[in-house]
Nanobody
Framework: QVQLVESGGGLVQPGGSLRLSCAAS????????MAWFRQAPAKQRELVAA???????NYADSVKGRFTISRDNAEHTVNLQMNSLKPEDTAVYYC???????????????WGQGTQVTVSS
């Protein structure tokens, strides 16, 4: 079974930084898009940043200039460097990947369990 496991969440002061990491494990034929989503209390899950297998990147307007997404295809990981954090960044952050797990190369959506990011003084 393919799994995505996040790490790096925690409590940080406003203006501080955190780095989230997500590693894909298991057996699969290819990983296409990898992304970070977040969900704040009483809000819908929203896209934070996405990076394709060809390294095309999209950011939410609210994080542009503050967050940086990157991936290491050899290690099957995606990272999110978060700088200048604001209280409104507080949310559970979820790793996402579109993966072909079988020989038929059909793509499926996979989600991590989430990691809590709290920005508070």
């Amino acid at each position: 079974q393919v799994q995505l496991v996040e790490s790096g969440g925690g409590l940080v002061q406003p203006g501080g930084s955190l780095r989230l990491s997500c590693a894909a494990s298991g057996r699969f034929f290819g990983i296409y898009t990898m992304a970070w989503f977040r969900q704040a209390p009483a809000k819908q899950r929203e896209l934070v940043a996405a990076i394709s297998s060809g390294s095309s990147i999209n950011y939410a307007d609210s994080v542009k200039g503050r967050f940086t997404i990157s991936r290491d295809n050899a290690e099957h990981t995606v990272n999110l460097q978060m700088n200048s954090l604001k209280p409104e960044d507080t949310a559970v952050y979820y790793c996402y990947a579109k993966i072909a797990p079988d020989i038929d190369w059909k793509q499926y959506d996979y989600w991590g369990q989430g990691t809590q990011v709290t920005v508070s003084s």
